[in-house]
């Protein structure tokens, strides 16, 4: 158990609808970082965030957004569905700036039908 | 921004030989390189990590080598095994960008 907490597990949805997924990071640490991972894909960072601020935003589409509460966890909303969104989106965390390791979660797979 | 290329995407190696995996970096300001490894269906999980002030680390099988000069870095598992069979991922922290850089993975098979 990395300490990193994704939440759901799997979501099945329709194109066109909207979704948010949840990721708590591990207790103290303050950057958070999404990722997706296509079928047998690499990881393609989406974005991160250090201490509820965006710090860095990687190909993130503009149906895509996320934020980062004063709680630290975060959330990743994705609207106006399409099918080419169905993926494992992973959320991962580190202490401070990130050359330290980075924690991911168990990951959130979405089945856009 | 920081692109890391990584190579091969797949590899096949025998039980009890070596396998090598190989990075380049493009941003001379990167100095945190992590490995992961990740198996079928689950989360990618850190197995080696080296900075940019030192040449190599070993950890039992595993090694990791960095070039500063060149801009490459390498993952080394001595005496594969089958449970070795899973999907790594190179890294580089781009100092700045506050962001963890990916190759695209390669596949290892060990074949017992």
């Known amino acids: 158990d990395s300490g990193v907490t994704q939440t759901p597990k799997h979501l099945i949805t329709a194109t066109g609808q909207r979704v948010t997924l949840r990721c708590s990071p591990r207790?103290?640490?303050?950057?958070v970082y999404w990722y997706q991972q296509s079928l047998d894909q690499g990881l393609q960072f989406l974005i991160q965030y250090y201490n509820g601020e965006e710090r860095a935003k990687g190909n993130i589409l503009e149906r895509f957004s996320a934020q980062q509460f004063p709680d630290l966890h975060s959330e990743l909303n994705l609207s106006s569905l399409e099918l080419g969104d169905s993926a494992l989106y992973f959320c991962a965390s580190s202490p401070t700036h990130p050359d330290s390791e980075a924690f991911f979660g168990q990951g959130t797979r979405l089945t856009v039908v | 921004g920081e692109n890391v290329e990584q190579h091969p995407s797949t590899l096949s190696v025998q039980e009890g030989d070596s396998a090598v995996i190989k990075c380049t970096y493009s941003?001379?300001?990167?100095?945190?390189f992590p490995w992961y490894k990740q198996e079928l269906g689950k989360r990618p999980q850190l197995i080696i990590d080296?900075?940019?002030?030192?040449g190599e680390k070993k950890d039992q099988r595993i090694a990791v080598t960095l070039n500063k000069t060149a801009k490459h870095f390498s993952l080394h598992i001595t005496e594969t095994q089958p449970e070795d069979s899973a999907v790594y991922f190179c890294?580089?922290?781009?100092?700045?960008?506050?962001?963890?850089?990916f190759g695209t993975g390669t596949r290892l098979t060990v074949i017992p």
């Open positions: 890294a580089a922290c781009q100092t700045g960008a506050n962001n963890l850089f």
């Open positions: 080296i900075r940019s002030n030192v």
């Open positions: 207790s103290g640490d303050l950057s």
């Open positions: 941003d001379s300001a990167s100095n945190y």
